[in-house]
């Protein structure tokens, strides 16, 4: 066997086996009776302990996370969670609670829920939450339909479009249209939302805009407090997209801007780890004007009991089985408190340090470029193009992030958003050292000498991982997906 290939052409485990060697030894001191013992041995396979363990291991290693290196996949906030968060969500204390206990029996978890609601009111600026939406889609879904209950409320359901600006991240316009908007696209200029473009677009029809601040591109949109009159002033409400908090935690809040609903992501921003399909939690708060119309239950106090209100006769209803991701909202009551409000500062002005520190060096290096120059310095994180780097050598984003795998480096988001070529969206997050930046800046001048010395290397990248090249159209589609470990008819294939 050669060992240094064993970890990525890693066999079943039921070709592993070998026959009579076991893990466990059973004494014959308390015999099975003879009438209930097995006929037939099971179809187990038969191995030592150390290599049921290594083989695991070794499997465990296919895979990359945040907890094994930098992981800058702007938008997705792919940062260090702590450990601490992930341990006091596992107390048996929680594991063993159902959702249906009732109320007096559940004090200490509705505590929570009720504390984490007004901690996160606080940070964004708003009046209450929601913890149920089980995701940042899922609480864009809740925040649409709450808008939507608004204006029937008011006999204003002819307000059928919903704005969302061309650097919008995609589940925006689909969550909008979902709950059956007509989506309006609103231009941005230099990066940032064109004004005029918006004033032409709203009217009697706009039911509200969904916009992102610091957008998608870093960038945080001035204009915000005109942005939010001219809405309002057409009688629509402004909506939040608040998955990337990370750039403006304790420094900023929505509600100040102007916005009647936010939604976060707990998964990015507050302690839950994340990728994979969940669990997540895309809590949406209100202010005033829309409390009436929050989904049930709500968490009540009522200073000495906490309890779970169904009476809301406004209310859009349940969004969600239960009340929510219980333990992710437990891990961000946890997170919040762990850091405190100046930890919850200091988060963000390392994270938009760390950004704009990562985008000067890399805007440097040959074939990459800051699309709207790099005196505009920007928040969380920033889109590198490679459009330069693709016209010169024929090297394209998608051929650099595979080449960064080579190098231990998870890559960034590509091809988003839409409105850069060749766009490669970075966020380095507030969890990495100076050494780690450091370490990605010299992964991109290697890749960028490559591609001027017309390497071999990248048009066959990546190497060191389990699989290589997958066909990318393919990969998307289930019929085709090989979601199995490489075999075919239970043979081995070479890799
Ligand atoms: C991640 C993200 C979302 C969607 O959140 P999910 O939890 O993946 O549904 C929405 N908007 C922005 C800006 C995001 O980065």
Known sequence: MDFAQARWNEP?????????Q?????????????????????????????????HYTRLSQQNYGVDLGIYPLGSCTMKYNPKLCDQI???????????????????????????????????????KFTLQPAAGAHGEYTGVLLMQAYHADRNEASRDEIIVPDSAHGTNPASAA???????????????VDTEALKRSVGRKTAGLMITNPNTLGFFEREIL????????????????????????????PGSMGFDIVHLNLHKTFGTPHGGGGPGAGPVGVTKLLTDYLPVPTVEYDGKEYSLNYNLPKSIGKVRAYYGS????LRAYVYILLHGKDGLQTISEIAVLNSNYLAVKLSRIRGFELPYGNRILGKHEFVLSASKLLKETGVSALQVGKRLLDMGIHPPTIYFPTIVDEAML??????VSKRELDAVVSAFQKISDECYAKSEA???SPHSTTVTRIDEAKASRPKTMQLTWRTKNGEMRER
């Open 458 to 460: 990248i048009a066959t």
């Open 89 to 127: 969500a596992s107390s048996h204390k929680i594991q063993e609670m159902h959702p249906y206990q009732n109320p007096k029996t559940s004090q200490g978890i509705l505590q929570i829920m009720y504390e984490t609601s007004n901690l996160l009111s606080d940070i964004v600026g708003v009046d």
């Open 426 to 431: 970075i966020e380095p997050t507030e969890t």
């Open 12 to 20: 079943l485990i039921n070709q592993l086996s070998h026959t009579n």
């Open 326 to 329: 219980i333990a992710v909202i």
């Open 226 to 253: 005109e942005i939010a009159d001219i809405v309002h002033e057409s009688g629509g409400l402004l909506y939040y997209d608040g998955a990337n908090l990370n750039a403006i935690l304790g420094k900023a809040k």
């Open 178 to 192: 979902m709950a059956g908007y007509k989506v309006v696209q609103v231009p941005s200029i230099n990066g940032c």
């Open 22 to 54: 076991t893990s466990t030894q059973f004494t014959n001191e308390y015999p099975v009776p003879e009438k209930i013992r097995r006929r037939t041995s099971p179809a187990l396979p038969e191995l030592a302990e150390i290599d049921v363990i290594r």
